[in-house]
T-cell receptor, first 112, second 117 residues
Framework: DADVTQTPRNRITKTGKRIMLECSQT?????MYWYRQDPGLGLQLIYY???????NKGEISDGYSVSRQAQAKFSLSLESAIPNQTALYFC???????????FGPGTRLLVL | QQPVQSPQAVILREGEDAVINCSSS?????VHWYRQKHGEAPVFLMI?????EQKGHEKISASFNEKKQQSSLYLTASQLSYSGTYFC??????????????????FGQGTILTVHP
């Protein structure tokens, strides 16, 4: 079983709709991250959380919100989706003393 | 600030070597290298911490020059399986209590490596 899972894997939605992307992990890691990937732009950090009570904005947080429901779950919401939020979204986890980040399989989002 | 990777793309034949560079304008604590196959998640290759050490992973190795704030990834005798996009991630975080880094990763824009038979 995968250590970091994301649901859904693919999603098509319309402009103005609210959607939620979910991330779950079984690695027991404290730190979780949400990234967005656009072609040619690499990975851009949206939000990150170092524990359940700690939420931080990343480089491109406008238009997004997050919720850390438990150590193992970190959700990303688009309150009112717009077409330029069409992208590949990755969740990642990291241990407290570990440098390595482990990525989920990604969610491909298309906003029409 | 996003680190800068060069070159943006490399095309090789099997058995050839390549170097990918990652430069930062800020002092670095660590540099991370990841490889991503098309449509898949990035996969961790290696990490280099302050100290200028060189690390290896099969025929892929990397170095970290603190003074130049630069890291280089070396791929020798390339194989078809090396094809993908390579990202460096840089961390500027300070050491916290117990020696733990708290800084977040900032990724470069990626280098597309294509290996042909």
């Amino acid at each position: 079983d995968a250590d970091v899972t994301q649901t859904p894997r693919n999603r098509i939605t319309k402009t103005g709709k609210r959607i939620m992307l979910e991330c779950s992990q079984t690695k027991g890691h404290d730190r979780m991250y949400w990234y967005r990937q656009d072609p040619g732009l690499g990975l851009q950090l949206i939000y990150y959380s170092f524990d359940v009570k700690d939420i931080n904005k990343g480089e491109i947080s406008d238009g997004y919100s997050v919720s850390r429901q438990a150590q193992a779950k970190f959700s990303l919401s688009l309150e009112s989706a717009i077409p330029n939020q069409t992208a590949l979204y990755f969740c990642a986890t990291q241990g407290r003393i570990q440098e390595t980040q482990y990525f989920g399989p990604g969610t491909r989002l298309l906003v029409l | 600030q996003q680190p800068v990777q060069s070159p943006q793309a490399v095309i090789l034949r099997e058995g050839e070597d390549a170097v990918i560079n990652c430069s930062s304008s800020k002092a670095l604590y660590s540099v991370h290298w990841y490889r991503q196959k098309h449509g898949e998640a990035p996969v961790f290759l290696m990490i280099l911490l302050k100290g200028g050490e060189q690390k290896g992973h099969e025929k892929i190795s990397a170095s970290f020059n603190e003074k130049k704030q630069q890291s280089s990834l070396y791929l020798t005798a390339s194989q078809l399986s090396y094809s993908g996009t390579y990202f460096c991630g840089t961390r500027w975080g300070l050491l916290g209590a117990g020696g733990t880094s708290y800084g977040k990763l900032t990724f470069g824009q990626g280098t597309i490596l294509t290996v042909h038979p």
